[in-house]
């Protein structure tokens, strides 16, 4: 080969090896999108014919009709003499139905500009945009997704719920929204203005506020027809992304997304240029309409929340359609709040004197929460937060919020169930040491310690006033973590998952998501109305017109026996008294009967406590406290109190001091009633757990409770000289004797539902 040859081929040698990997690279990255493409197709293919040969042609449209109802709805509680009043009227800011023409035409043109541009020229899809969203979600020519949605495929979401992010829910979205566009009657510009009324009127806002209306009040204190340009273009940036563009949390993002507003109505000419800048210059003034008179209190909040959850399960609604009907349907809600008795926890919680002295590098105070209850399946008063409540249907901790609950799960997880089942009785001696897991490891060591040593034997009533963790432990052990698990499920009704059936959560309350306040008192209630458990409810019935569309109806339910609730609620009294809750027995003087359990979460590792709890009754309610910080913080030792301090507070502002003394026990079951053949009241031998007779020597004695078909015998450890016992118990000269006696239970914990008799064995000696 020639030399100047030779050097122009090896010259030309990169760019030759360089085109070619180009080339390679192009076809690998077009074979890519074109399998990608293809894919796509199909699946898309399949989803299409999939829904055409499922689709109903008027399943799931949203009549405008019903949506567009504006009747008030009325609260009406129970006055004194028995007799419903009006307590409250449903039209605060959450919805508020405004018509078309009392729409601004700048409000009208923001939702359009932002959300649909071509709304008045397509048929209820933009196909042009549904193309382009879907081939970016393919090839993401785009680095943010966009939505292909239209004003009507968007009023259609959010008036059925459905959300979820599948091809089949979009292909049958795009199907109801090009049948509702030919359903409905009138021109073509006639039904444009039905959908964007119907949009305009049930878009979800932030803070709960449903539509242009409300927004108007809520977030500028104005009606609607009075906001500027601004402020129109405000409340259509919003619904893009509610918690993001929060007027009062997050004013400047909302200010950022209003000018993208104001720049997309510019550009497609809905406005001037000189109204652009007047409008971009203008300072926004966000201002709350609501009177506090106004203002829903806690229960009315949870009212509403539990009254939609019975419409859509009921009726098939969804979240948005049930809500609608709540504060537009003209319902009378029949309800079970005691208006005083509300009033009065929350101004508990609204008392900072309450709560401990906040702490300068904090960034947000602990918070606390409580959830009262009587024993007839009615909620008495519900708080969940602290500070003065000034919105509706605000986060609600004793509802919403699922914490740790520490050692007040021990009596519905381990010494609840092993009463009821007779694997130990009130004295009955437990080893206060840890088990051994199946890892080998021993657990747990008891609060404040480390240690896993073996401390001997303590008795039931010790281990439980003292909250020791290893008796909890031992009595799951006996009773299994399943056991433990299915009676707080398929008994109690508490929301768990698959790992909380373990030894952690049923002994500690070391549950994967925590438990609320709501099913701890609702729990609590068998300790002391004699083992019946019942859903509570904050109404008795809901009615449209003549209709009743919702009615509670509390049945009770038997989940342990009389006899066992009856001796924890003794065991829980022991807590209040002489246990860890002892510093609320003070202001209980009087005859008054009060039961609890305190309960403290955090890690072992650091030894410091995120949450603390307190769940007890008294004779009149039932009630469970939380305290702690809102995210991931430990208290500190002045603060892990007040979970019992404000349980307390609440609880004796909502006593009723005037009852008789008969009233202040449960169910009247002390002094006459106490020996009755279901129950009985002995002193036993601490060291051995037995009761002591008239031949035992026994120095350290205590007072227990016992159900009578499950007794100790007498003790054998400390017994006079020159007398002995029997291996039953009985005392050797004296004579013992069981017989069989039908009791009426009722006599015992007041009338139940259904006359209930059973037959005892009963043990006597002299």
Not at 77 to 95: K, P
Not at 532 to 552: C, I, M, N, P
Request: hydrophobic residues 35%; aromatic residues 10%; contains cysteine.
């Amino acid at each position: 080969m020639p030399v100047k040859k030779a050097k122009a081929f090896f010259k030309s040698l990169p760019v030759r090896i360089i085109g070619k990997t180009v080339g390679a690279l192009l076809k690998c990255i077009i074979t890519i999108l074109l399998i990608g493409v293809i894919t796509f197709t199909v699946v898309a293919s399949v989803m299409v014919v999939y829904v055409l040969a499922n689709f109903d042609g008027t399943e799931g449209l949203p009549d405008l009709e019903d949506l567009s109802i504006n009747e008030t709805s009325i609260v009406y509680t129970m006055a004194e003499d028995g007799t419903w009043q009006e307590h409250q009227r449903l039209e605060g800011n959450d919805s508020i139905w405004v018509d078309l023409e009392e729409i601004p035409l700048n409000m009208q043109h923001a939702v359009v500009a932002i959300e649909d541009k071509r709304f008045y020229e397509h048929d209820g899809v933009d196909w042009r945009r549904t193309i382009a969203a879907s081939a970016n979600l393919v090839l993401h020519f785009q680095s943010v997704e966009f939505g292909g949605s239209t004003i009507t495929q968007q009023l259609i979401k959010v008036s059925t719920g459905e959300d979820d992010q599948t091809i089949e829910r979009k292909i049958t979205e795009i199907m109801r929204a090009l049948r509702m566009e030919k359903s409905l009657d009138g021109s073509k510009a006639d039904v444009k203005d039905q959908i964007l009324e119907s949009y305009l009127n049930i878009l979800p806002l932030s803070r709960n506020v449903i539509g242009v209306g409300a927004a108007a009040n809520s977030f500028f204190g104005k009606e609607v027809e009075d906001l500027t340009l601004a402020e129109c273009a405000a409340i259509a940036g919003i619904t893009q992304n509610p918690s993001k563009y929060d007027p009062f949390s997050h004013p400047e993002n909302l200010r950022d997304r209003q000018r993208t507003v104001l720049r997309a109505m510019l550009n497609q000419k809905l406005i001037t240029e000189d109204e652009y800048i007047q409008a971009v210059n203008e300072e926004l003034h966000f201002k709350s309409y609501a009177s506090q008179s106004m203002l829903q209190d806690y229960y009315v909040d949870l009212q509403v929340e539990e009254i939609a959850e019975d419409l859509m399960e009921k009726y098939g609604y969804s979240y948005n359609q049930a809500i609608s009907k709540i504060y537009r349907g003209g319902l009378s809600i029949y309800s079970y709040e005691n208006v005083d008795l509300q009033k009065k926890a929350e101004a508990i919680y609204a008392d900072e004197s309450n709560f401990p002295t906040p702490i300068e590098s904090d960034d947000q105070d602990p918070q606390g929460a409580i959830f009262v209850i009587d024993y007839d399946g009615h909620v008495v008063a519900t708080v969940g937060g602290r500070g003065k409540k000034d919105s509706d249907r605000v986060y609600n901790r004793s509802t919403d919020a699922r914490r740790q609950c520490g050692s007040s799960i021990k009596p519905l997880g381990s010494y609840g169930p092993a009463i009821d089942k007779n694997l130990v009785h009130f004295s009955s001696l437990v080893p206060d040491a840890p088990i051994t897991l199946a890892n080998g490891k021993k657990w747990p060591p008891n609060y404040g310690s480390s240690s896993t040593s073996d401390r001997g034997t303590v008795t039931v009533a010790y281990a439980l006033k003292r909250s020791l963790n290893t008796v909890a432990a031992q009595l799951v052990e006996k009773l299994t973590p399943a056991e433990s698990y299915s009676f707080l499920v398929n008994k109690l009704d508490f929301t768990l998952e698959a790992p909380d059936k373990d030894y952690s959560a049923m002994a500690l309350g070391g549950f994967h998501k925590g438990v609320t306040c709501r099913e701890m008192a609702e729990g609590y209630q068998i300790f002391g109305n004699g083992g019946l458990y019942r859903e509570t409810s904050t109404y008795a019935y809901v009615k449209q017109g003549d209709e009743v569309l919702l009615e509670a109806k509390s049945v009770p339910v038997r989940v342990i026996g009389e006899d066992s609730a009856y001796v924890m609620n003794r065991l829980m009294q022991l807590v209040v008294r002489e246990g860890t809750g002892a510093n609320i027995s003070g202001d209980w003087r009087g005859g008054w009967e009060v039961f609890g359990k305190t309960g403290t979460s955090g890690t072992s590792r650091s030894g410091s406590d995120y949450n603390v709890y307190f769940a007890g009754g008294t004779p009149q309610y039932v009630a469970a406290s939380w305290f702690g910080y809102d995210y991931d913080k430990a208290l500190n030792s002045k603060q892990t109190g007040y979970a019992r301090s404000l349980w307390n507070k609440v609880m004796i502002a909502l006593r009723d001091d005037s009852v008789d003394a008969a009233e202040k026990g449960f169910g009247g079951v002390k002094a006459d009633l106490i020996n009755r053949e279901m129950i009985v009241e002995a002193t036993y031998c601490e060291e051995s757990g037995m009761l002591v007779g008239e031949n035992n020597t026994c120095t350290a004695k205590k007072t227990g409770v016992y159900k009578t078909s499950f007794m100790p015998g007498f003790c054998t450890e400390h017994v006079k000289e020159g007398t002995t016992t029997t291996p039953d118990g009985g005392v050797i000269g004296g004579e013992s004797t069981t017989t069989g006696t039908t009791l009426d239970l009722s006599e015992i914990y007041g009338t139940n539902p259904t006359t209930t008799t059973t037959t005892v064995a009963t043990t006597t000696a002299p």
